[in-house]
């Protein structure tokens, strides 16, 4: 990517690498015999759904906006899962959708009837009481969640007209990770494999790092269907599919310093436009920058909102900064877009690609009337 074409702030995909992962993405899916959808929550960027529907035909939604999308822009129902649905917008969730999760007995007694009017395939998220994610903020599987049907609360039969089970328990995992939870899935939930069509195992495989086994998923996969071979098989990865996958590209404004602390304040923000890094916590990469060394330039990196605690750092630099320079930050598209906000109504980054031809595309530019109208 040539970071001087593109405007500033930006967050830009980078579509050679985008493709990449889609094309292991599809490889996975056909060779371990499974569907896997696009979970929206990651990754919403819909301008470049033609893109993912070369390779990928469906998503998963967890609102109704993120059916809708579904239907429109990627053009095939939703796998929808909400943690609740609401009287007023499920009929609508309806029309977008082909199947619908519910987390709990009484959400599924109450809109089961509609759902079948509707031949709608229902299911039920189930919680396996086990997970290795050790962020509690990320864990589904915390003492006391509110996420999913824990095994104690079923009978010998589930309700009638199940046709599906979902569980969602990893968070950037790998293949082994998933090993352990379906073990406990198996012990605590197969006895009633034989009563669905469908299991859904969820996000969280991060099959397109650099380090994730993917023929131990493969294999893993194709073991669990040859013991359940009646049953469709669905991953809803979010992550994977855009891992790795671009960057935001921000610009130096100017260079504070207090108490021997130097803060490169930039023309993004951490609260506002990588909102991860403070939630996580985690600390990005920065293109060209290093780990705090002993005489060299040293920086925090400060956002542009009032929020005290809207920086991060530090990070070192062969040269000094200066206004004017660029700061790319690494890895900006997952998750991170989608939960940007305008707080402070600072300036948002405009959104592009960089093409597989090398040339910066601008796909959405910003403006007032952005922060005005997400208010009355
Ligand atoms: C129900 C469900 N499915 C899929 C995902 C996507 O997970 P990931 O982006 O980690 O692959 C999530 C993430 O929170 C989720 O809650």
Known sequence: MDYSAIPSPCYVLDERAFRKNLALIKSVQERAGVQIILAFKAFALWSVFPIVREYISCSTASSLAESRLAFEEMGSPAHTYSPAYTDDEFPEIMKYSSHITFNSISQFKKFYQQAKEKNISCGLRINPEFSDVETDLYNPCAPGSRLGVTAGLLGDTLPEGVEGLHFHTLCESSSYDLEKTLNVVEEKFGKYFSQIKWLNMGGGHLMTRGDYDTEHLIKLLQSFRSRYPHLHVIL?????????????????????ENKGINTAMLNVSFACHMPDCLEMPYKPSIVGAKEPEAGKPTYRMGGNSCLSGDYYGSWSFDT????????????????TMVKTTMFNGVTHPSIGIWTKEDKFLLLRKFSYEDYKNRMS
Do not use: K
Not at 237 to 252: E, H, I, K
Not at 325 to 332: G, P, S, T, Y
């Open 236 to 256: 809803e990865p979010g992550s994977a599919f855009a891992w790795q996958t671009g960057v935001l590209v921000s610009t130096v404004l100017d260079i504070v």
């Open 320 to 335: 000094a900064l200066q206004p004017g320079d660029r700061i790319v930050f690494e890895d900006m598209i997952h998750y």
